[in-house]
């Protein structure tokens, strides 16, 4: 489905990515790592929104010959910022984003059970958050790559969003950018971005997040989920 | 704005109906009153002497051209908002007035009758000028608005210069304000392409769509942005440059028309878009029948600020209440 050969990014002088190499089927996926290592320039990559080195394929075809449209169709992707200030209907919002897909916005509209002529910026950041999610998923793209779905949803809208991709994942490949680690809890599998290199994580144990976050971190086990809680002590007393 | 499709289809039907009768009224009104019945047996061949050289020879050529006028700033407006992201956008970004400006003093110094076509020739090169800067700098909406910015300040120092040595200032002023009292049908001929491209940029209302969201979002969605904010830009100069030429620099319809419409039936350019060079193209007309209707000619840019401000006023502060 998705294949990244040799993939670097320079930004002027600083290299973000270094020769990443990844090959993903389907499922959930998991996409981490600290603060600018190059997780939103990944996903930037594969959709050919920036220049790059090396070649993303997806379903065999290189996303760097491939018109905008096209890439449009098989790639949905939720961004971290979006537009929600712009007067706009739920409905108008929808039909823009199906542009340049083949999908019918009446099922999402219903499916979403929002009145299609609400305006987008009286919706809650959990509201927008699924119309965003939705008008990513209209024409059912292959790949779904999100930026920080969860990103300021409290616990019952962050638990509504990952069932949505769970269910999605199972026939599609979805890729998101996740800072809340405990959301592991969830996915098929986890990528870890480190000094520009892509890793997929086979055990996500303390070890290997230490090695990520440059923080000491504990894992609790409370039946089949784990969490993740840092180490706070000595910070701030090396302020 | 949390009005339904019907709602705005109705709202631009009603600018459809109102449009003919906005110009058959503006025939009929000026410092010689002509009845409804004059106008129309001389528009089709009968009335007396008088009646066919008042309304065929010095109105019917005016009122098309003030209405054309509107109507392509009303879409230049449009389209400039959604390209610049900017609720400030106005078609006379991107050095279009300066440039105009530079060429009709350089017109007035030489010859007036070159005035329309040295506004024309310079806003064009002006806007090439603030784009290839605007671009070298990395061509973000907000980098050509300040290129536009600069590039202006440099072209205004020129023209205040030029203008001192003006003999007569009159004419500048009245350029300035914008104005439609010399208009025949020459300049209704000049004009009359602006109307064309404007009703073909309703084919480009999905670009504009897309255009208005944020660059990154507008890509993933499927467009090629740079390629369809370039087509776009060149467009709203070509309109613009057109309608500078015959009427001179008419404020407030670019920048405001779009608003009033956008309150009414939202962002969406598939209403917003018609609504905009419907309500433009009354609006100017309204604006210049007040203009031509006394016994002097005031210009008409004075009147559309007089008339649309208290009416945006209105609006905007009534949207808020609604919530």
Same mark, same amino acid.
């Given at each position: 489905?998705?294949?990244?050969?040799?993939?670097?990014?320079?930004?002027?002088?600083?290299?973000?990515?270094?020769?990443?190499?990844?090959?993903?089927?389907?499922?959930?996926?998991?996409?981490?790592?600290?603060?600018?290592?190059?997780?939103?320039?990944?996903?930037?990559?594969?959709?050919?929104?920036?220049?790059?080195?090396?070649t993303?394929?997806?379903?065999?075809?290189?996303?760097?010959?491939?018109?905008?449209?096209?890439?449009?169709?098989?790639?949905?992707?939720?961004?971290?910022?979006?537009?929600?200030?712009?007067?706009?209907?739920v409905?108008?919002?929808?039909?823009?984003?199906?542009?340049?897909?083949?999908?019918?916005?009446?099922n999402?509209?219903?499916?979403?059970?929002?009145?299609?002529?609400?305006?987008i910026?009286?919706?809650?950041?959990?509201?927008?958050?699924?119309?965003?999610i939705?008008?990513?998923?209209?024409?059912?793209?292959?790949l779904?790559?999100?930026?920080?779905?969860?990103?300021?949803?409290?616990?019952?809208?962050?638990?509504?969003?990952?069932?949505?991709?769970?269910?999605?994942?199972?026939?599609?490949?979805?890729?998101?950018?996740?800072?809340?680690?405990?959301?592991?809890?969830?996915?098929?599998?986890?990528?870890?971005?480190?000094?520009?290199?892509?890793?997929?994580?086979?055990?996500?144990?303390?070890?290997a997040?230490?090695?990520?976050?440059?923080?000491?971190?504990?894992?609790?086990?409370?039946?089949?989920?784990?969490?993740?809680?840092?180490?706070?002590?000595?910070?701030?007393?090396?302020? | 704005?949390?009005?339904?499709?019907?709602?705005?289809?109705?709202?631009?039907?009603f600018?459809?109906?109102l449009?003919?009768?906005?110009?058959?009224?503006?025939?009929?009104?000026?410092?010689?009153?002509?009845?409804?019945?004059?106008?129309?047996?001389?528009?089709?061949?009968?009335?007396?002497?008088?009646?066919?050289?008042?309304?065929?020879?010095?109105?019917?050529?005016?009122?098309?051209?003030?209405?054309?006028?509107?109507?392509?700033?009303?879409?230049?407006?449009?389209?400039?908002?959604?390209?610049?992201?900017?609720?400030?956008?106005?078609?006379?970004?991107?050095?279009?007035?300066?440039?105009?400006?530079?060429?009709?003093?350089?017109?007035?110094?030489?010859?007036?009758?070159?005035?329309?076509?040295?506004?024309?020739?310079?806003?064009?090169?002006?806007?090439?000028?603030?784009?290839?800067?605007?671009?070298?700098?990395?061509?973000?909406?907000?980098?050509?608005?300040?290129?536009?910015?600069?590039?202006?300040?440099?072209?205004?120092?020129?023209?205040?210069?030029?203008?001192?040595?003006?003999?007569?200032?009159?004419?500048?002023?009245?350029?300035?304000?914008?104005?439609?009292?010399?208009?025949?049908?020459?300049?209704?001929?000049?004009?009359?392409?602006?109307?064309?491209?404007?009703?073909?940029?309703?084919?480009?209302?999905?670009?504009?769509?897309?255009?208005?969201?944020?660059?990154?979002?507008?890509?993933?969605?499927?467009?090629?942005?740079?390629?369809?904010?370039?087509?776009?830009?060149?467009?709203?100069?070509?309109?613009?440059a057109?309608?500078?030429?015959?009427g001179?620099?008419?404020?407030?319809?670019?920048?405001? @028309?779009?608003? =009033?419409?956008? *309150?009414?039936?939202?962002?969406?350019?598939? /209403? $917003? #878009?018609?609504? &905009?060079?419907?309500? !433009?193209?009354?609006?100017?007309?309204?604006?210049?029948?007040?203009?031509?209707?006394g016994?002097?000619?005031?210009? @008409?840019?004075? =009147?559309?600020? *007089?008339?649309?401000?208290?009416?945006?006023? /209105? $609006? #905007?502060?009534? &949207?808020?209440?609604? !919530?």
């Open positions: 489905m998705l294949k990244v050969e040799n993939l670097s990014k320079f930004y002027g002088r600083k290299r973000v990515l270094k020769t990443v190499n990844l090959q993903l089927e389907r499922g959930f996926w998991g996409l981490i790592g600290r603060n600018g290592a190059g997780k939103t320039t990944l996903l930037r990559c594969i959709m050919a929104m920036t220049t790059f080195t090396g993303i394929k997806i379903n065999g075809k290189n996303v760097k010959e491939m018109p905008r449209s096209d890439i449009a169709k098989i790639v949905g992707y939720v961004p971290q910022l979006s537009s929600q200030d712009v007067p706009l209907s409905r108008d919002f929808l039909e823009i984003g199906a542009y340049y897909r083949n999908g019918n916005v009446d999402v509209i219903n499916y979403l059970g929002f009145k299609e002529e609400r305006q910026n009286t919706l809650s950041g959990g509201e927008f958050q699924k119309l965003l939705a008008r990513a998923m209209i024409g059912n793209p292959p779904l790559l999100l930026d920080e779905p969860a990103n300021h949803l409290d616990i019952k809208n962050t638990a509504e969003i990952i069932e949505i991709l769970k269910e999605y994942s199972k026939r599609y490949l979805v890729i998101a950018v996740v800072h809340d680690l405990n959301l592991l809890n969830f996915v098929d599998g986890v990528i870890a971005l480190k000094n520009g290199k892509a890793k997929i994580l086979n055990d996500v144990d303390s070890q997040l230490e090695k990520i976050f440059d923080i000491k971190v504990e894992l609790i086990n409370a039946g089949k989920y784990r969490f993740v809680i840092p180490r706070y002590n000595g910070f701030i007393r090396k302020l | 704005m949390g009005s339904s499709r019907t709602v705005k289809w109705s709202f631009v039907l600018l459809i109906f449009t003919p009768i906005s110009i058959f009224s503006a025939l009929m009104i000026g410092p010689a009153d002509i009845p409804f019945k004059t106008v129309i047996s001389t528009l089709f061949g009968g009335g007396d002497e008088i009646s066919r050289v008042i309304v065929l020879d010095l109105r019917l050529p005016r009122v098309l051209t003030a209405f054309i006028a509107g109507f392509a700033l009303g879409t230049a407006g449009t389209m400039a908002q959604a390209v610049f992201k900017n609720p400030l956008g106005d078609p006379y970004l991107l050095g279009i007035s300066s440039g105009a400006s530079l060429g009709a003093v350089i017109g007035f110094m030489i010859n007036f009758h070159l005035v329309p076509l040295l506004a024309f020739i310079f806003a064009i090169i002006v806007s090439i000028l603030v784009y290839s800067i605007g671009m070298a700098a990395g061509g973000k909406p907000t980098t050509l608005i300040l290129s536009g910015i600069a590039v202006g300040m440099l072209i205004n120092s020129i023209v205040w210069y030029l203008i001192l040595s003006l003999p007569n200032l009159h004419g500048i002023y009245a350029w300035f304000l914008g104005s439609f009292s010399t208009v025949m049908w020459p300049q209704f001929y000049i004009i009359l392409p602006s109307l064309f491209i404007s009703i073909g940029m309703i084919f480009l209302y999905r670009w504009l769509n897309l255009l208005m969201l944020r660059d990154e979002e507008a890509m993933s969605l499927g467009l090629n942005v740079n390629v369809a904010r370039t087509i776009v830009i060149i467009f709203i100069a070509l309109i613009t057109v309608v500078v030429a015959v001179g620099l008419i404020g407030f319809v670019g920048l405001v @028309v779009p608003h =009033i419409c956008r *309150l009414v039936v939202g962002a969406n350019h598939r /209403y $917003l #878009l018609p609504s &905009s060079m419907l309500f !433009g193209g009354i609006f100017l007309l309204a604006a210049d029948t007040v203009a031509r209707a016994s002097t000619e005031i210009p @008409v840019g004075i =009147i559309t600020a *007089l008339m649309g401000s208290p009416l945006f006023i /209105y $609006l #905007l502060v009534r &949207s808020h209440v609604k !919530g």
